[in-house]
């Protein structure tokens, strides 16, 4: 599969204290086990099964995924920016994969 | 006492419609206690209540692939006031467990949006557990036209 593509949307600026909504794409099938291919055999699960969200080392939001979750995982939070700094976005893959994204945030 | 011929056809019919209704209703109602089940163990045998949070789906969803929904709990997400973890189930779905949310002070308020797969007509669930324990339910009924699973 290709390698899966993450998207964020996030203000660059915020004042201090201030409640931002972020917004995150990830391209990925979410294949949920539960399909079959031409033959008749089952196609194994493999989907993103945890994504977090931390603030300068502090975790502000934490997901876990069931195969439930539609393709292309998409997240819409909130986060309280108390300072500059940065979100690092993670997303963990069934086969151990890790897909990781930055973003810097300054506070005016 | 006598039967008559009338009251054995009635019964007769009767005891059949049961047999036939009575198939999917079970599997229907299995579901439903393997949500109700899940929800317990999420809430640690606590009887959920209704209030504090809101799930908003679609009355109506064309396509079961890709469904938006989204929760919100009214806290100050502060101090004691505090929602540590949000569960999404789909009761009609082959496995109900949706998404877990979790939350925490940085959150600033308890709201979040995904899309998720429905496999047919069927309630979603969200129960929201706070951080002093008490715990909240909110329930939606989301038609769908095209499932979303299998293929």
Redesign the interface.
Same mark, same amino acid.
């Given at each position: 599969m290709a390698n899966p593509k993450p998207r964020i949307k996030i203000p660059k600026t915020a004042s201090a204290g201030e409640v931002i909504t972020i917004k995150t794409l990830i391209s990925h099938e979410m294949e949920s086990g539960q399909r079959k291919d031409k033959d008749g055999n089952p196609i194994p699960r493999q989907i993103i099964n945890k994504f977090t969200c931390a603030f300068n080392g502090t975790t502000v939001f934490e997901c876990d995924l069931d195969p439930a979750i539609s393709a292309n995982p998409y997240f819409e939070f909130n986060a309280k920016v108390p300072e500059s700094g940065s979100f690092k976005f993670t997303w963990v893959d069934d086969d151990g994969s890790v897909y990781e994204s930055e973003q810097a945030i300054e506070v005016k | 006492m006598q039967l008559t011929r009338r009251q054995m056809l009635t019964l007769t019919a009767g005891v059949a419609g049961m047999a036939v209704i009575g198939l999917p209703f079970d599997l229907a109602l299995a579901a439903v206690e393997d949500t109700e089940k899940a929800i317990m163990d999420f809430t640690g045998g606590k009887k959920p209540e209704t209030g504090k949070i809101t799930l908003t789906a679609p009355e109506i969803a064309e396509n079961g692939? !890709?469904?938006p929904v $989204?929760i919100s709990v009214d806290s100050a997400m502060s101090g004691d006031d505090m929602v540590d973890s949000v569960i999404i189930f789909?009761e009609g779905?082959?496995?109900p467990?949706?998404?877990?949310? &979790?939350? $925490?002070? /940085? $959150?600033? $308020?308890a709201?979040? !949006?995904? &899309?998720? &797969? /429905?496999a047919k007509t069927q309630n979603v669930i969200a129960v929201a557990k706070m951080k002093d324990g008490s715990v909240f339910i909110d329930k939606k009924q989301v038609k769908v036209t095209i499932g979303?699973?299998?293929?």
């Open positions: - | 692939n !890709t469904v $989204s789909a779905n082959p496995n467990q949706v998404a877990t949310f &979790r939350f $925490s002070e /940085l $959150s600033g $308020s709201e979040a !949006t995904t &899309r998720m &797969r /429905l979303g699973c299998g293929g």
